[in-house]
Structure formats: C-alpha cells, structure tokens
C-alpha cells in the first residue's frame, strides 16, 4: 500500500525505465494509483515500474522484476564432494564480509601485521547497508506489489 496522494506506479519500457521517462506516448504506459493497487505477474519476462511523482523515479524510486516461468525447471547444485565442508552461507545485506586471513610467510621470515582497516570504512559499510535497506522499503511501500 501507499499514498496515492504522493505516489503513482507505471509500468514503462526498459529505455523509459532506465530515463525515467514518461514523456512518450502514454498509451504505452500502464497506471495503477489507487494505493492498494496490484499487478498480476502472469506471464514469464522483465517488467518495470516508476513513480511518476515529483522527480521520485529519478531519486531511485523503481522498480524492474523478472518473472521467471514456472515450468523452468532449476537444476540443483551438485553435491559437496566426500570430506568437504560446504561453504559459509554469505554474510547479512550491508555488513562487510571478513577477508580471508593472508597465507603464513615463508619459513624464517617475520612479518609485521597489518594495521586494521579504518573505523570510517566498516561505519561506511553500515550506513550504506541501512541506506539500502531503507531504500528498499520505501520503493516495496510505493510499489506495494
């Protein structure tokens, strides 16, 4: 659901996607601005959606979908080979994941370790990842599929 006062939804091309354009013909264009509007993805392809609103599309508020067929049959992954660990899963969305520690130095040598990274980077990371997430939310409310 969202405010159809502040936003509306239209399906557009990838081109008019990408520009955020809504100065063609608009007969090309499909809109929903009830704010409890929703969209049947029936039939398998990329599809994509903007508000039309004050600038918003051109502030990120878009929205492209690929709808995948239902008889597409996925294979699975082959499995682990006998004696391996499988991999770990990936970290959370906007935490950075640990590097992997560097290999030993050859036999004799000394090495001085390295200086941790900067606080501003793994604070960058943070923020970036709640910018996101926040983004996400924000476009999944106006577009309320």
């Known amino acids: 659901m969202y405010s159809n006062e ?3 939804v239209a ?22 601005n009830s704010g409890n509007d929703v ?3 029936d039939k398998p392809g990329k599809m994509w ?3 039309t609103k004050h600038n918003h599309c051109r502030k990120g508020m878009k929205l492209a979908i690929d709808v995948v067929d239902r008889t ?6 082959p499995a682990p080979l ?7 899963p990936p970290p959370p969305f906007g935490w950075p ?13 000394r090495s001085t370790p390295a200086p941790p990274p900067p606080r501003s980077v793994a604070v960058r990371n943070a923020v970036g990842g709640a ?3 926040a983004a996400a939310a924000v476009v999944a409310a106006a577009l309320a599929f």
């Open 39 to 41: 969209v049947t993805l």
């Open 82 to 88: 006998p004696g391996t660990a499988p991999p770990p």
């Open 49 to 51: 959606f903007i508000c």
């Open 131 to 133: 910018v996101a997430a």
């Open 97 to 109: 994941s640990t590097p992997a520690p560097p290999p030993p130095p050859p036999f004799g040598w």
């Open 72 to 77: 597409v049959v996925v294979a699975p992954s």
């Open 11 to 32: 399906q557009v091309s990838k081109n008019d996607f990408v520009a955020c354009n809504l100065q063609g013909n608009s007969s090309q264009f499909k809109f929903w």
């Open 6 to 8: 502040i936003h509306t």
